[in-house]
């Protein structure tokens, strides 16, 4: 007996209901491959990546403002992260492990300022949890930008 909260908890999927049209991928309106390196990157894969990054941030500025915790200094280093390396490589070390890379539409990596818009909103946390039928967050969408696997 199915459980009553697994068509509306679960989400249309689990009622049998697709979103998308037969033949319809993440990324076919933005002109990127269904699979492999240039494809949308899963939620998955940017989330464990941002992760990554936030835990070696935090470490590297536990070590600098040892022997207190870091507090809101945590921060500086993830932001100088994403100021440096998204616009230099399109990648931080996270997305690096990850096999995944930001890029601009249209253009290879983003410039300084729409990283760091995307980044001031992925810290807000909220528009990087709603996305379109893409895969693309709302950060992602301000910015211009998709993260695609590599």
Not at 1 to 13: D, F, H, I, Q
Not at 27 to 49: H, K, Y
Request: glycine share 12%; net charge positive; aromatic share 6%.
């Amino acid at each position: 007996m199915a459980r009553w909260t697994g068509t509306w908890l679960s989400g249309p999927a689990a009622a049998g209901v697709s979103l998308r049209a037969e033949g319809e991928w993440r990324g076919r309106r933005l002109g990127l491959p269904e699979d492999g390196p240039g494809a949308v990157a899963t939620f998955g894969r940017r989330l464990i990546a941002f992760v990554a990054d936030s835990v070696l941030c935090a470490l590297v500025a536990g070590l600098w403002t040892a022997p207190r915790a870091p507090g809101p200094w945590s921060f500086v280093p993830l932001a100088l992260l994403y100021a440096v390396a998204v616009p230099l490589t399109g990648q931080t070390l996270g997305m690096r492990l990850l096999g995944v890379r930001i890029v601009q539409l249209g253009r290879g990596h983003p410039n300084v300022p729409r990283a760091a818009l995307r980044f001031v909103l992925l810290c807000l946390l909220v528009p990087a949890l709603i996305s379109d039928r893409d895969g693309r967050g709302l950060h992602d969408k301000a910015a211009l930008t998709v993260v695609v696997r590599t």
